[in-house]
């Protein structure tokens, strides 16, 4: 405990629970409101997001006494790292484009490796496709990778995320959680990455993060990008991760879009409606962004 100077009162348990505890029940998770997403000169802009992000950042406005915790993800990446272009080469050792779909058989063919590691990411993707419904590896281009411009959260929503710190955020404030740091991993989801590593943290499920949301919420709302892979993942994450924080979900179905299709590549529509439905069997509601906070209803987007 920390005794205060001059007046002896102490900071005691109870009194952070008191600042902590849930006034209205409600919060939001903000999933990768970040400048290389959502502005149209970022490496991997999502059709839409700037769109999405202005309805985000009008639902905090409007709601500013209505929402008692904003927890903030960022991808946060470096340059090498096993989904960025860096080091991946075809059967000639020819440079690989972005938004190529590598599969294990691919490696094993020799059709692609990774200079970086080629072992690691033999095994990686044999793990990666054990995993039922997991997404296959697909390569990116360079993107929020740490310390640039397009790593940053997009600018309209810092904005009023700060309106709200500045108004009811208390002496925390909004929440950042950075995920994708580990180079060998691709990391959608808030929650872990796509192969959890041992011995590394940053990759293994985040059981606080999910308790500190459950704790803290009687609705979480659910907003950012993309919808067909880092929000998706993250809510399916919820789903086997932490399934009685699922009847919370609050889905902000006008405040998320999927990143667009390759040309001759998967269809990345498809990716979350699986996921919606198993979430709306648990009791996740869906709603928009201009809808009375507390009206949200129960049905698939």
């Given at each position: 405990m920390l005794a205060l100077e001059g007046g002896g009162r102490k900071e005691t348990k109870q009194l952070k629970e008191m600042n902590n505890s849930k006034k209205n029940g409600n919060a939001l998770l903000l999933i990768d409101p970040q400048n290389d997403f959502c502005d149209s000169k970022g490496s991997l802009y999502v059709?839409?997001?700037?769109?999405?992000?202005?309805?985000?950042?009008?639902?905090?406005?409007?709601?500013?006494d209505q929402i008692d915790r904003i927890s903030i993800t960022m991808d946060s990446h470096h340059v090498v790292d096993i989904s960025h272009v860096n080091g991946w080469c075809g059967a000639r050792g020819e440079p690989v484009n972005p938004f190529t779909l590598i599969t294990h058989q691919d490696i094993l063919d020799g059709k692609y490796s990774w200079t970086k590691d080629p072992i690691w990411a033999r095994n990686y993707t044999r793990e990666l496709e054990a995993q039922p419904g997991q997404l296959k590896h697909f390569l990116w281009p360079e993107?929020?990778?740490?310390?640039?411009?397009?790593?940053?959260?997009?600018?309209?929503?810092?904005?009023?995320v700060q309106a709200w710190e500045r108004k009811n955020g208390g002496v925390q404030g909004a929440e950042y959680v950075t995920k994708g740091s580990n180079p060998r991993t691709e990391h959608f989801g808030a929650f872990q990455a796509q192969v959890p590593i041992a011995g590394a943290p940053g990759t293994q499920p985040n059981m606080d993060l999910l308790q500190r949301l459950n704790s803290s919420s009687s609705s979480l709302f659910v907003a950012g990008e993309a919808l067909s892979h880092c929000l998706a993942c993250s809510i399916s994450q919820i789903i086997d991760l932490a399934p009685e924080l699922a009847k919370k979900l609050v889905i902000l179905e006008d405040c998320m879009s999927n990143v667009p299709n390759p040309p001759g590549g998967p269809d990345f529509t498809q990716n979350f409606p699986p996921i919606a439905a198993r979430g709306a069997a648990m009791g996740m509601r869906f709603a928009k962004s201009t809808d009375p906070i507390g009206q949200a209803v129960a049905a698939v987007i």
């Open positions: 059709k839409n997001a700037e769109d999405d992000m202005q309805r985000v950042a009008d639902f905090i406005l409007k709601n500013l993107h929020t990778v740490i310390g640039t411009w397009g790593h940053n959260i997009y600018p309209v929503v810092l904005q009023a």
